[in-house]
């Protein structure tokens, strides 16, 4: 199995930064895409930011010029940088792997339990 932690969430003034983190672990091949997405209360979930293990990026539109992901692939982690924090950016935030467990297994996704950010006004 593979397992992602997430650290970092918290409650913060609007204008204010947070740094998510989300390492993976367990019997793991490989991993292609990781990423952050998040859930408002009463809402579905929600992209906001992925990367490949290659570097590419790709952000939603509410987040472009104030978030930064990035991932360190030698230690399966991924970070979310998150700069001027507005309190629509309340959410929990998921960590997510797309990830092979063996060399000849399918690509499977997975999910962190979560991590609650909530910004102040």
């Known amino acids: 199995q593979v397992q992602l932690v997430e650290s970092g969430g918290g409650s913060v003034q609007a204008g204010g930064s947070l740094r998510l983190s989300c390492a993976a672990s367990?019997?793991?091949?490989?991993?292609?895409?990781m990423g952050w997405y998040l859930q408002a209360p009463g809402k579905q979930r929600e992209l906001v930011a992925a990367i490949t293990s290659g570097g590419s990026t790709n952000y939603a539109d509410s987040v472009k010029d104030r978030f930064t992901i990035s991932r360190d692939n030698a230690k399966n982690t991924v970070y979310l940088l998150m700069n001027s924090l507005k309190p629509e950016d309340t959410a929990v935030y998921y960590c997510?792997?797309?990830?092979?467990?063996?060399?000849?297994?399918?690509?499977?996704?997975?999910w962190g339990q979560g991590t609650q950010v909530t910004v102040s006004s």
């Open positions: 367990g019997r793991i091949f490989s991993i292609n895409t």
């Open positions: 997510n792997a797309n990830a092979k467990r063996l060399s000849w297994s399918p690509w499977a996704s997975y």
